[in-house]
């Protein structure tokens, strides 16, 4: 009896087989190799190398499908594609040595960032190539990546905002919404080297905050990174990208939908609170909740980016800090880049979406944090315009949301 479909025939099904032999066969074999090299003889020798074999790049690089993507963490033609995106950089120009293909550099970065933890160590063995080359490859890749970051993470001109307002609108009915806001945390496996302290987050653990901007495909259209996890959010939209630029940026009345953590202002519509829904007339409160959860019903799209950022680079579920912390920051910044040309080339994370993977994500907002060594009296030296005070800004959104909640539940 037949009980499913498939479209593989024995000669596709024998040497797939076969190639998946050789794969368990080569990883057995580096295994042994590994525990003999940890083992030695007894004599003193180099640390951390491994043998040099390029046998598993081989075999990987022509892998089918699934196999590919399950260890490279996009597509094959993804793959190829992001070859040819980054492979003039000048960083992989070789010098006095020849360097290996671009190719292979950008697999030991996929590796490396594709598994929880970003073991260096594990990536080495797996590859067979030196501890040290691991660090090398991925240091080009990232710089190669973070070169080309403001042709693939920008702002929307206003023609882009048009277009994202004209579908959010068409699904939600908010007019005017070129975007959903929110902060991440990127939780740390253990506490980093300086000023550790500072990372530890409002869930009793190390790690660090971003905070980005999405558009309805879940492609981040600006970031701000290099936040300890102990700062509240609200510092690190006063420090942002958009909001320092927010009077060039937000073209004809648009607006950004984000949650409770957030300050209200004619740039930023957010839910209402408890607290004032305690203080609206009875006959109120029933369609402020129906706002609430409209509102909501959009916002969710930026979580969904972050946990498909997360769910792609698994090590960003549970990051080893790197030595030097602006180097960890860098690789995340390189994997945002990565995120939105996955999108672009219509790739898609290989598993499926787990609630565990944005543990912040509350109504309530997540705490990114202030940037390193900063608190909240740096924030003095920002040029705000004069009438903007906080309560200018306060009545503002207040007033922005009331019309907003008469348009899509009037009274």
Same mark, same amino acid.
């Given at each position: ?201 409002? &869930?009793? /653990? +190390?790690? *660090?905050?971003?905070?980005? %901007? ?6 981040? !259209?600006?970031?701000? $990174? ?83 950022? &997360?769910? /792609? +680079?698994? *090590?960003?579920?549970?990051? %080893? ?6 180097? !960890?920051?860098?690789? $995340? ?79």
């Amino acid at each position: 009896m037949q009980t499913g479909n498939s479209d593989l025939g024995h000669d596709d099904f024998d040497s797939q087989a076969i190639l998946l032999a050789e794969l368990l066969e080569l990883e057995a074999v580096n295994w042994l190799e590994f525990v003999q090299d940890v083992l030695g003889d007894g004599k003193r020798g180099r640390y951390n190398q491994f043998p040099k074999d390029v046998d598993f790049f081989t075999i990987a690089l022509r892998a089918p499908d699934r196999w590919f993507r399950h260890l490279f963490r996009v597509g094959r033609d993804t793959f190829d594609k992001l070859i040819d995106r980054i492979s003039n950089d000048p960083v992989f120009v070789s010098t006095k040595k020849p360097q290996r293909p671009v190719k292979y550099q950008l697999a030991c970065f996929l590796i490396r960032y594709g598994q929880a933890g970003s073991d260096s160590l594990d990536t080495a063995q797996k590859l067979a190539i030196g501890h040290g080359t691991v660090f090398l490859y991925c240091t080009r890749v990232s710089k190669a990546l973070r070169r080309i970051k403001s042709q693939v993470i920008k702002f929307p001109d206003e023609a882009r905002q048009q277009e994202i307002s004209d579908y959010i609108e068409s699904v939600s009915g908010f007019p005017g919404c070129i975007g959903i806001g929110d902060g991440c945390v990127i939780p740390f496996s253990e506490k980093p080297s300086v000023q550790g302290e500072t990372y530890m987050t409002r &869930k009793k /653990r +190390f790690g *660090s905050n971003f905070q980005g %901007t999405t558009d309805h495909e879940d492609s981040f !259209t600006s970031y701000d $990174i290099g936040f300890a996890g102990s700062i509240p959010d609200v510092t690190i939209w006063k420090r942002s990208y958009v909001w320092q630029n927010r009077h060039q940026l937000f073209l004809n009345g648009s607006y950004l939908l984000m949650d409770k953590g957030y300050p209200s202002s004619p740039w930023v519509v957010r839910p209402f609170d408890e607290t004032e829904l305690s203080r609206a007339p009875a006959e109120d409160v029933p369609r402020m909740r129906r706002f609430n959860k409209r509102l909501s019903s959009v916002r969710i799209g930026v979580e969904h980016a972050f946990g498909r950022l &997360k769910r /792609r +680079f698994r *090590s960003l579920q549970n990051f %080893t800090p790197h030595r030097d912390i602006r180097e !960890t920051y860098k690789a $995340i910044e390189a994997m945002l880049v990565l995120h939105n040309l996955c999108i672009e080339y219509r790739d898609k994370p290989v598993t499926r979406l787990s609630p565990l993977i944005n543990d912040d994500a509350e109504d309530t907002g997540m705490e990114p944090g202030g940037a390193e060594d900063e608190d909240d009296s740096e924030l003095d030296d920002i040029d705000i315009p004069a009438h903007e005070t906080d309560a200018w800004l306060k009545e503002q959104g207040r007033m922005k949301r009331l019309a907003l909640l008469e348009l899509l539940y009037p009274a």
